[in-house]
């Protein structure tokens, strides 16, 4: 079977901002895009150190996203401070299932998924692992789609507040742990736009070279 022609392969590089494929030396860094004027580079520089910094850094900020208080609400009853677990279990046990499950999803296992892919990533592309790289660049693409989706909790935040509010009986504000998990969705986003898939591929491209 004949090797796949690679735009490596061929001298072209893409440009990280504008998409424009050109031509350049696979290892120049003086090269610019004709299009934009950006950097062209064969891959992402310190792609796998700054994936990793971001990536440790949102992995710390998790712990305290879900132990320290998501909000502090005060009512005419009394005031209280609620994480985001003791928020799944509320709304659980008061039959609003349907809530419990989005924020579940969306604040707990969307994230700790998206970690645990890009940690995967990261170690096999260190690794020079050719297990399945059609799997893992799959994997990569799902947490791009996923990413996008980080932010629902916050929406599903904002109605409750909005409602409360509406009804002038109580008064809700974040807590800690609305900010250190909004620094956790940032940091993964920025994690994975900072991984280049393309180092996937490279062991299997050396290999046949």
Not at 58 to 70: G, K, R, S, T, V
Not at 78 to 93: E, L
Not at 99 to 123: E, N, Q, T
Not at 137 to 152: D, K, N, P, Q, T
Request: hydrophobic share 55%; proline share 6%; with cysteine.
């Amino acid at each position: 079977m004949t090797a796949p022609v690679t735009a490596a392969s061929l001298g072209l590089l893409g440009c990280h901002v504008c998409g424009q494929l050109s031509r350049g030396a696979a290892h120049s860094h003086d090269a610019c895009c004709p299009r934009c004027g950006a950097p062209l580079h064969s891959r992402k520089p310190d792609s796998i150190a700054r994936t990793w910094a971001l990536l440790i850094a949102a992995m710390i900020l998790y712990i305290p996203a879900n132990l320290l208080p998501m909000m502090y609400t005060s009512s005419l009853f009394g005031s209280q401070a609620d994480t985001i677990m003791s928020g799944v279990v509320y709304f659980w046990t008061s039959g609003s299932w349907y809530l419990a499950l989005i924020i579940f999803f969306a604040s707990i296992l969307v994230p700790l998924l998206k970690m645990a892919v890009l940690l995967f990533l990261l170690v096999s592309v260190q690794m020079r692992s050719h297990w399945q790289p059609v799997q893992r660049a799959r994997l990569y693409r799902l947490v791009e789609v996923i990413g996008r989706w980080s932010m629902l909790d916050v929406y599903v935040v904002a109605m409750i507040v909005s409602l409360v509010q509406l009804k002038a009986l109580a008064t809700i504000l974040p807590g800690p742990g609305a900010m250190a998990f909004g620094a956790v969705v940032v940091l993964t986003i920025f994690a994975a736009m900072a991984f280049d898939p393309r180092l996937i591929w490279d062991p299997l491209e050396e290999e046949r070279g």
